[in-house]
């Protein structure tokens, strides 16, 4: 079965802080994907991984993909207010099609 | 990145109807679409996919006769809700790839569908 599991899925944390999001996967994959949502909105495209050890950033995000691990990271850079979402990895397991994750709900408290 | 426009954003129907959601690529062909659904504070479901000039694939436990798939040309697909009910309220999210590039899929803006 083609399973995308995040953790954690609530996630409060003070700004400036950092913090980790992890989404497993349970079979190959070199194609992982982040997304973030706000409230009542679609998806907005975060990171594009496409082979192990990939590593991106952007601002206070870092995005990193390990393959045989079948492990993603989102890590969060001392925090603000606004980087307050829902974020979703999901996964092509080699069919276009896109498995999701169960989503972290992060909330940056002043 | 590419566009892909999705209308209405938001619709309200009577229980009995039915809805048409429409899915665009604005700036290039695509010959797959994909269809989501998404319950308030859950994931994304993927509830078919859209091919170009033939039947779309349902994922299990999705109603085809339910959930009608058009895609008759290569830069719309759409959603029609037949003979809604209240438990068909949901977002519904469709996104699109890049021929020759499947290494980024893009979302529509969605589509809040409340039936009442």
């Known amino acids: 079965e083609l399973k995308v599991e995040q953790n954690p899925l609530f996630l409060s944390m003070q700004e400036g802080k950092n913090y980790t999001i992890y989404c497993n996967y349970s079979?190959?994959?070199?194609?992982l994907y982040w997304y973030r949502q706000d409230p009542g909105k679609s998806l907005e495209s975060l990171f594009v991984l496409l082979s192990n050890g990939a590593v991106k950033q952007e601002g206070r995000l870092m995005a990193s993909l390990d393959t045989k691990a079948r492990l993603s990271t989102l890590h969060i850079t001392a925090a603000v207010h606004d980087l307050s979402a829902t974020y979703f990895c999901?996964?092509?397991?080699?069919?276009?099609?896109?498995?999701f994750g169960t989503g972290t709900r992060l909330t940056i408290i002043p | 990145g590419a566009v892909v426009s999705q209308h209405p954003s938001r619709v309200i129907c009577k229980s009995g109807t039915s809805v048409k959601i429409e899915c665009r690529s604005l700036?290039?062909?695509?010959?797959?679409m994909f269809w989501y659904r998404q319950f308030p504070k859950k994931s994304l479901m993927l509830m078919a996919t859209?091919?170009?000039?033939?039947?779309?694939?349902?994922e299990q436990g999705v109603e085809k006769d339910k959930f009608l798939i058009n895609h008759a040309s290569l830069t719309l697909s759409t959603l029609t809700v037949t003979s809604a009910h209240p438990e068909d309220s949901s977002f519904y999210i469709c996104s699109a790839s890049q021929p020759g590039s499947v290494t980024e899929a893009f979302f529509g803006q969605g589509t809040r569908l409340t039936v009442v």
């Open positions: 700036d290039f062909q695509a010959t797959t």
């Open positions: 999901a996964v092509n397991f080699g069919n276009e099609k896109l498995t």
């Open positions: 079979t190959t994959s070199d194609r």
């Open positions: 859209s091919n170009e000039g033939s039947k779309a694939t349902y």
